[in-house]
Every structure is written in structure tokens, then in C-alpha cells.
């Protein structure tokens, strides 16, 4: 049985950076049959995907155009985890995040993190 | 990106009665690539359906998915209590993988 389980603070800074852990139990972050993705929903309910790490091969990441400039998300093999950063966050950031496995079976968003409210505000 | 549009927006039944929820998208989904998601306060969104029809693990029969291009449905036959909640569709054929913006099912 696959868990996820995030860490990371809670409240964050404007223009710092956010930073998000998500620890993974019963599968491996270098699987070959599924993507780690970081998910986030707004206040108002709205879910928004933000970008994916996963090997094949090799590893690499796809992200998505809002956050582009801002993001990484990376695996820690030793600890089998992966982690999101969000660089230069301003108040239009706050939301709660999800840690989300995808697999390759079927491709659906089976596993989530518990979620994490990230609140920016000085 | 592909927009996907919800409606409606807010459906309110009662228990025993059929639900209808709707997904338009922008532009064709790729291999029926959708799916549907429920969501109850202070929970993660829990998958229902994968390839706009198959449903995921767990998840009882009365629980329908129907449709392919741009036009699917999420068919409730009988709501139980428990079915109340905001349901999301997605897309997963082209990144950026993209939901719509919810239909909030409540009681009547």
C-alpha cells in the first residue's frame, strides 16, 4: 500500500522561497511505472497541476508554464522522496499543495499526500 | 492548454435520486484521457474514474462514466449521504494536465 506523507512549513515569506517534502512508502521514487507530481489548490477550490519528476532511463522533469521560472521539483533517492521548490512566492501562492503519484497503468492521480496549507504573508 | 468546463456548477438532490454532472473540454481529449475525482472537506481528492469510463479501484458500481472528445458525463444513479461532496473532472492525454473547476453535489 502506497503512502505519502509531506513536510515542510507552513507558512512562507513573500518573495522567499517555498519548499515542500514528500516522503514516499510501498513503491520507489525511481519506479519506471510512475510519475511523483505536486498538485496545489487555491482557497477557492480551484486544482492546478504543477510540474512532475520520474525515470526512465534517465531522469526528468516536465513543469507547468505558470510556475516555469519559479520551480523545481526533485527525487532524493537515498531517502526516497521527492521535493518541490517555489522560488520567489508572493500571496497568489497561497494553497494547499498535494503530493500525487501518477501511475502507468492506468495513469490515474491514485495516491495523495495528506496536503499541506501553504500560507504566504509577511 | 485544454480548458475543461464544469456545469453545473452547484447540483442539489436528495438521497435516492440520479446525478448528471457535466465536462466540456476545449479542445479533444486524447484517448479518452479523463477522468473524475471526489473531494469532501479536509480530504485529498480520491480517484472514481479513469479512461472517461473505467472505474478505479474501490469504487461502487453506481458510480458511471460516459463520453469521449470533448463532451463526458459522471452519472450517479442512486445518491447515498455519503456521495455529497465536489466532484472534478481532469484531463491527462496533454500536459499541462488540467481540471475543471468543480460541480459541488449537496443535499436538497
Known amino acids: 500500500h502506497v503512502q505519502l506523507q509531506q513536510s515542510g512549513p507552513g507558512l512562507v515569506k513573500p518573495s522567499q522561497t517555498l519548499s515542500l517534502t514528500c516522503a514516499i512508502s510501498g513503491d520507489s521514487v525511481s519506479s519506471n511505472s510512475a510519475t511523483w507530481n505536486w498538485i496545489r489548490q487555491s482557497p477557492s477550490g480551484g486544482l492546478e497541476w504543477l510540474g512532475r519528476t520520474y525515470y526512465r532511463s534517465k531522469w526528468d522533469n516536465d513543469y507547468a508554464l505558470s510556475v516555469r521560472s519559479r520551480i523545481t521539483i526533485s527525487p532524493d533517492t537515498s531517502k526516497n522522496q521527492f521535493s518541490l521548490q517555489l522560488n520567489s512566492v508572493t500571496p497568489d501562492d497561497t494553497a494547499v499543495y498535494y503530493c500525487?503519484?501518477?501511475?502507468?497503468?492506468?495513469?490515474?492521480?491514485?495516491?495523495w499526500g495528506q496536503g499541506t496549507l501553504v500560507t504566504v504573508s509577511s | 492548454e485544454i480548458v475543461l468546463t464544469q456545469s453545473p456548477g452547484t447540483l442539489s438532490l436528495s438521497p435516492g435520486e440520479r446525478a448528471t454532472l457535466s465536462c466540456r473540454a476545449s479542445?479533444?481529449?486524447?484517448?479518452?484521457?479523463l477522468a473524475w475525482y471526489q473531494q469532501k472537506p479536509g480530504q485529498a481528492p480520491r480517484p472514481l474514474i479513469y479512461g472517461a469510463s473505467s472505474r478505479a479501484t474501490g469504487i461502487p458500481d453506481r458510480f458511471s462514466g460516459s463520453g469521449s472528445g470533448t463532451d463526458f458525463t459522471l452519472t450517479i444513479s442512486r445518491l447515498e449521504p455519503e456521495d455529497f461532496a465536489v466532484y472534478y473532472c481532469?484531463?491527462?492525454?496533454?500536459?499541462?494536465?488540467?481540471f475543471g473547476q468543480g460541480t459541488k453535489l449537496e443535499i436538497k
Open positions: 500525487v503519484r501518477r501511475n502507468d497503468y492506468n495513469y490515474v492521480f491514485d495516491y
Open positions: 479542445q479533444s481529449v486524447s484517448s479518452s484521457y
Open positions: 481532469q484531463q491527462y492525454g496533454y500536459l499541462p494536465y488540467t
